[in-house]
């Protein structure tokens, strides 16, 4: 398949998850706020600035607003035209990569996708936020689950498909851990933390909450909420879609997938970290993480992340392009040559 | 409706629309709108910052052609390109209608889009123009009249085929009992005829359709096709040669490309060539076709037979190498390069259109008629600053058409026909065309950039 196709399916497939995680982890804020009392501006922005921090966008948030209150976080974060990552702009793009790539998508797919853009840039969404931020941010995260539905039951599984999945569990595993990394403070710089809060059980359940981890957490710890075994489940669980491991288990298949190479061997650099990346979660523990420090830790994975997806595009994407001034005269050297 | 005066091939049609009511029928109208809307069938508005993306509107009243009436302009139109393409050839081999005088020299070697560079090379199979858009109106008379020969890259065929799809889903029992013929088979067509032109002893050939990119106007035509005929759509810059060969950049390395349906004008094609500035398109690309290891569909220079100069000729180019009368006759055009015709456009601006010989879309033009006394004496004073640039013609009265109002009543309103020609190992025409609606009160101009809308073309398998 085209390079400049599979690069438009991958982005399209991760901005659709961004804009669900970023319609996640807002809502889940703002129902942990309805639990707070004594809300001050500072008590405020304790909360929200973690959030912007998530995405990576504090410096920018901050040239814009003077303050984390949540009118300007949210703004910033959800309709925000001018922050690439906003919801607003996430879908936008997802659409755009839809759009030059219109004929290897399904009608079912786009149709849907340009649906939820129309709504997004139209009077509707603004109205429905105003009215209930929880119906707008479920409506959101519905139609991304059902994005996600249609992607994996009207399309074909081919190459073009591995590539979706790459987006998607590169950018999956990629916001767990910013959204862990949102209340990495509760820690202590190394170890587990000592007493826990009221508000700190809140916190953390909120967590569990934004990435619909609530149900699997209790079957697997009951009812007590313990800061330090929401990071294992989130990161080291085998069978919860939205842990970590789980994530890269599924990017390593995809990985193969489109190279045909067997696992366990890789036949370029994504597949090789990406394979001891997955090592490591296999065999990893949560006693190391909080040796390690659990903020220290995200951070590693984050960048590992990274490399995985410069080496995708080094692998697939990006092939020696030279620029067009270059190609022109090389063409006309050869055809001088003649 | 139209009652008493309804003619015969429109009977069953209206028998059939009567039995709706008029919310019945904007409720349908509007379903289809947004089903376009959702589609993303739209067209990007050129000079608006915001992207703005817009449906093309549609109106649900369809416009009926009896066979009787198709077969002549099937036949006029085969013997059109026929024509065409033999002037083509000529004029870039022997240039026997020019030695034999049919046509100046000078109006081919001033021709903005004549391309010397290729005069004496032999395109793949000797076609020229393998698509075109040919568009039509009926005069007062009733009589088919060709206004323009669009030989370059003709678009609109994807709005014949989703208009047809809409239509079937909202009449969906109305197709059989009045026996319309089908239009669905077009990309079949068509990709049949580019793998017919690809280069001598390439079994099985690549074809891919080359575009300007998600921003061109005419994207999701360009998508959609692809999508239609199974190939893969690519930019300028997936496409790279090497060796004079062409090759597309996959994720597995590079593939060889052997046919270019390419939706780019000749300028953009190959910046080592053509315009240099052009980002589009692909160095070396024209090297690897004069090569013979990429055919190219147009051809290069078939922009020489849409220069409206050119068109004032076509009815001597089809006496001339077929010896026949042409079928289709084209509008009275006045030339404003020969001495007497310029005196006679300058002389009655306000009754005539005049066109730049190579401008399209509805760009360029006067309506004489409807301009005001400045907007004539600038396009006096550009026709005597540069004859060889315009034409002019009579205002043709083009002929009307019930269209859907916004407040749900039915007017008539000007319409033309832009019917796909497809010239491979024979010439396939599906059956109707595109039929472009003016939907202003009064408007002559049906174009898509300019307030114009389109209607779906019913060819009936019989007369009534």
Redesign the interface.
Known sequence: ??????NCLYWMSRCIERAENTARIVDTNLQLLLDIRNLDDSTLAEHWMPIVQSTGDDAEFLEKYPRATGQAVTDFLVFDTENPNSIVSSIAQAR?NA??????IT?DL??EL??LY?WMRGPDARYMWQQSPTDFFTQIKNTSLLLLGLIYATFVHN?GWQFMQVGKFLERADKITRILDVRHKTFPEKGAPVTITQSDALEWSAILRSCSAWDAYKAAYGAEVRPEWAVELLLFNEEFPRSVRFCIEKLNDALHA?SGVPARRYSNDAEKLCGRLLAELEYGSLDEVLAHGLHGYLDLLQFKFNEVGEALFNA??F?P?LN?ED??L???E??QQ? | MAGAATRPHYRKMRDAFESLTVPEFSARSQAVDLAF????ITFNVYGDAQGTERIFPFDMLPRIIPAKEWDHIEAGLKQRITALNLFLHDIYHEQRIVKDGVIPPYYILSGKHFRREFAGFNVPKDIYIHICGTDLIRDADGNYLVLEDNGRCPSGVSYVLENRRAMKRTFPGMFESIGVRPVEHYPQELLKMLQYIAPAGVAEPTVVLLTP??YNSA??EH??L??QMGI????G??L??R??RVF???????RPVHVIYRRLDDDFLD??VFR?DS?LGV??LI?AYRSGNVSLANSIGTGIADDKVMYYFVPRMIKYYLDQEPILPNVPTYLASEDADKKYIVENLDKLVVKAANESGGYGMLMGPRASQKERDDFKTAILADPRNYIAQPMISLSTHPTRQDDGTFEGRHIDLRPFALYGEKITIVPGGLTRVALRKGSLVVNSSQGGGSKDTWVLYGDE
């Open positions: 398949m085209l390079s400049r196709v599979a755009e759009r030059m790539v219109r004929d290897q009608s786009w149709e340009n649906r129309l190459e489109i697939y994407i092939q392009f067009l190609e022109i090389v063409q006309q050869m055809q003649q | 809307m959702r589609q993303g990119g998600a994207y999701f998508t959609y692809a999508r893969e759509i690519v930019e810059r997936d790279v040669v060796d004079s597309m950049r996959t994720t597995k390395g590079q910046p080592t240099r980002q160095p070396g090297n």
